[in-house]
Nanobody, 114 residues
Framework: QVQLVESGGGLVQPGGSLTLSCPAS????????MGWFRQAPGKQRELVAG???????QYSDDVVGRFAVSRDDAKNILYLEMHNLKSEDTALYYC????????WGPGTQVTVSS
């Protein structure tokens, strides 16, 4: 079992963009689907984007059309590209394997505010 450590968050204005990174491994990508999750204050953690081992992607209704999950197999990094960010996207973002989860990492904070 490993811990995945997310990075790339920050403070952006509404309508801005950010790309989050999640270094993993070739073994993880071969064995598990991957997911990006987020948790806002006072809310449950939710899955916002996922990718299967065969690179099929799914998105929550709240982010579809604005977010894109991708995978760099040369660097073994999972990305979450976020565009047209809204204040509702403000949350702590995590990556993890699915359906069996590894140890949760620290997350990376995304704050969308004027």
């Amino acid at each position: 079992q490993v811990q995945l450590v997310e990075s790339g968050g920050g403070l952006v204005q509404p309508g801005g963009s950010l790309t989050l990174s999640c270094p993993a491994s070739s073994a993880i990508f071969r064995l598990y689907a991957m997911g990006w999750f987020r948790q806002a204050p006072g809310k449950q953690r939710e899955l916002v984007a996922g990718m299967t081992t065969s690179r099929h992607t799914q998105y929550s209704d709240d982010v579809v059309g604005r977010f894109a999950v991708s995978r760099d197999d040369a660097k073994n990094i999972l990305y979450l590209e976020m565009h047209n960010l809204k204040s509702e996207d403000t949350a702590l973002y995590y990556c993890n394997t699915m359906p069996i989860e590894q140890q949760w990492g620290p997350g990376t904070q995304v704050t969308v505010s004027s």
